[in-house]
């Protein structure tokens, strides 16, 4: 358990509505990620944090911004939701010390655009 | 660009028998991580093992293990005694030993059936 939540856990909202998702971590891990989840495709990395304020963007960014503001919280936007951004959504953090490199997931966000 | 494939969308097996998943990968670099990730159905992503390029010997936790060719850039997983915990997603994922920050590249996943 690597102190990740993700809120909220499901959410159904409409195209054209803006979301914004939230990851929290307790551990003061310093980079931080978001991944979607679809069927034939695993995880495919949205955007990532480096630092508090410093954010860049993964493969699948289009439609999607970030903003580190703390560095336990890390949130995702969608600005004006899709159908296509009905996915689910993990959050996760890279760790330090002996097995470092490795990254931990959150519980996910399944998140549907009706 | 580092591609993981996972051949095999489903497998299944009977408890208490030995499962194989396969993965194979591309790269050009020398120094990198392979990781093995489970998804039970409760959605939550848990590392099960993860294996360092520049070591020959095969990672092993538990009943979990690993048959690591570099040369063949292969990267099995391996679960002895099957139990029904063990049905879940298997995720292989790919990441380049190097600072700051490295992508990790994620196979499509298997889809692991455990029969009673």
């Known amino acids: 358990d690597a102190g990740i939540t993700q809120s909220p856990r499901h959410k159904v909202t409409e195209t054209g509505t803006p979301v914004t998702l939230r990851c929290h971590q307790t551990?003061?891990?310093?980079?931080m990620y978001w991944y979607r989840q679809d069927p034939g495709h695993g995880l495919r990395l949205i955007h990532y944090s480096y630092g508090v304020k410093d954010t860049d963007k993964g493969e699948v960014s289009d439609g999607y911004s970030v903003s580190r503001s703390k560095t336990e919280d890390f949130l995702l936007t969608l600005e004006s939701a899709t159908s296509s951004q009905t996915s689910v959504y993990f959050c996760?953090?890279?760790?330090?010390?002996?097995?470092?490199?490795?990254?931990?997931f959150g519980p996910g966000t399944r998140l549907t655009v009706t | 660009a580092q591609t993981v494939t996972q051949s095999q969308p489903e497998m299944s097996v009977q408890e208490a028998e030995t499962v194989t998943l396969s993965c194979t990968y591309d790269?050009?670099?020398?120094?990198?991580?392979l990781f093995w990730y489970k998804q039970p159905p409760s959605r939550q992503m848990i590392l099960v093992i993860r294996q360092e390029a520049y070591k020959q010997q095969n990672a092993t936790e538990n009943r979990f293990s690993v048959n690591f060719q570099k040369a063949a850039k292969s990267f099995s997983l391996k679960i002895s005694d099957s139990q029904l915990g063990d049905a879940a997603m298997y995720f292989c994922a790919y990441r380049r030993n190097s600072g700051g920050y490295q992508k990790v590249t994620f196979g499509i996943g298997t889809k692991l059936q455990v029969i009673p």
């Open positions: 790269t050009s670099e020398s120094d990198y991580y």
């Open positions: 551990e003061n891990h310093r980079y």
């Open positions: 996760a953090i890279r760790t330090t010390g002996t097995y470092s490199y490795e990254q931990y």
